[in-house]
């Protein structure tokens, strides 16, 4: 069953991020990639199946507006699960705030869900994230714990669909490690995303990273680690990340550029006298996966499919 959960596909990563014996070049992050479209999902699992590799699938409250159905996407993605047998993947909800309507994705059919209240008091967002993780480990369809759960700690900077957060609050805003081990027991969540000095969003300067954070926050806590704004972060610091254990990488902004960018080359391409959309949105899905290859390449995943599959059974 390639329809997996988080949990289920960051376990054989975790286990190496967890394990100092291990060779730091064996580490690796599963890449999470942000799609608001059918041609971009079936892109991603593609580029994922080229280089066989894990991945996940990332809705954001932004696509799920356009898209407007939950089960819609969640049938898409059983479907997709059934076309491309080889490919590990997850569907995720990605920074969902209203409790209601994440349940609602937890019974749709979603492996992961996100609940982000980072933004709130440190109770609130432990209460939360709690009643989350209780709801998703046992009301998903696909069975008891189908579906896992990601909650953040911290604040990054940048826009995220219904969240804003200026650079000045975000500055103030890095994950505490002293309350990583607290908010983790008390949740039950799955995995944790960290705020460590990335951003949503193209950055104005190359981001500072505190790898300082990232190695203390590792030492904290055994879940798996989450780091988000993986748009124009430089190739070395996403793998000085995978070698001190992020267990996923999301990118999104970057993403949409390359769809877009394809898309615009072949208007511009095409006399006006074809009115084909495949000729159009087609190069987009190709450019896609042509990038999820990279990235998989890059974040040390391509070729971890089997792996992942087998840490399972
Ligand atoms: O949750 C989504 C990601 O954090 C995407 O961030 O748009 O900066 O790549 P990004
Ligand atoms: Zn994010």
């Known amino acids: 069953m390639p329809l997996i959960t988080m949990k289920q596909i960051m376990a054989d990563?975790?286990?190496?991020?967890?394990?100092p014996s291990v060779d730091t070049k064996e580490r690796y992050a599963v890449g999470a990639f942000n799609f608001s479209t059918i041609p971009e999902m079936v892109g991603i699992v593609e580029g994922a199946r080229e280089v066989k590799s894990p991945v996940i699938l990332m809705l954001s409250l932004g696509a799920l507006k356009y898209i407007g159905s939950l089960e819609l996407v969640a049938y898409t993605?059983?479907?997709?699960?059934?076309?491309?047998?080889e490919v590990p993947f997850c569907l995720h909800l990605d920074h969902a705030t209203d409790l209601e309507m994440i349940k609602q994705a937890v019974v749709a059919g979603f492996t992961n869900v996100m609940i982000?209240?980072?933004q709130e008091p440190y109770e609130d967002n432990v209460r939360k994230?709690?009643?989350?993780?209780?709801?998703?480990?046992?009301?998903?369809?696909?069975?008891?714990?189908?579906?896992?759960?990601e909650a953040e700690l911290g604040m990054l900077a940048g826009h995220e669909d219904n969240i804003h957060v200026s650079e000045e609050d975000a500055g103030k805003a890095y994950t505490d490690p002293e309350l990583v081990a607290d908010f983790v027991e008390k949740?039950?969540?799955?995995?944790?995303a960290v705020a460590i000095g990335t951003a949503h969003g193209f950055y104005k300067a190359a981001p500072k990273i505190r790898f300082d954070l990232l190695e203390e926050i590792r030492r904290k806590t055994d879940t798996a680690l989450v780091l988000h704004g993986g748009t124009g972060v430089p190739e070395d610091d996403f793998r000085k990340c995978v070698a001190m254990g992020m267990s996923k990488i999301n990118v999104g902004t970057g993403l949409?550029?390359?769809y877009t960018d394809a898309v615009r080359e072949a208007i511009k391409s095409l006399?006006?006298?074809?009115y084909d959309p495949r000729k159009i949105v087609g190069p987009g899905r190709k450019a896609i996966a042509a990038e999820i290859a990279?990235?998989?390449e890059l974040f040390n995943c391509a070729g971890k499919a089997e792996a992942v599959l087998k840490s399972m059974y």
């Not at 994230?129 to 759960?149: Q, R, T, Y």
């Not at 949740?187 to 944790?192: S, V």
């Open 271 to 274: 006399p006006e006298s074809e």
């Open 77 to 85: 993605a059983r479907g997709i699960a059934r076309q491309y047998p």
């Open 294 to 296: 990279s990235k998989s």
């Open 116 to 118: 982000d209240a980072s």
């Open 129 to 149: 994230s709690k009643e989350i993780a209780d709801f998703a480990h046992k009301h998903s369809p696909l069975g008891l714990n189908g579906c896992s759960v």
């Open 13 to 19: 990563s975790l286990k190496k991020a967890l394990d």
């Open 187 to 192: 949740t039950g969540i799955d995995a944790l």
């Open 256 to 258: 949409k550029k390359v």
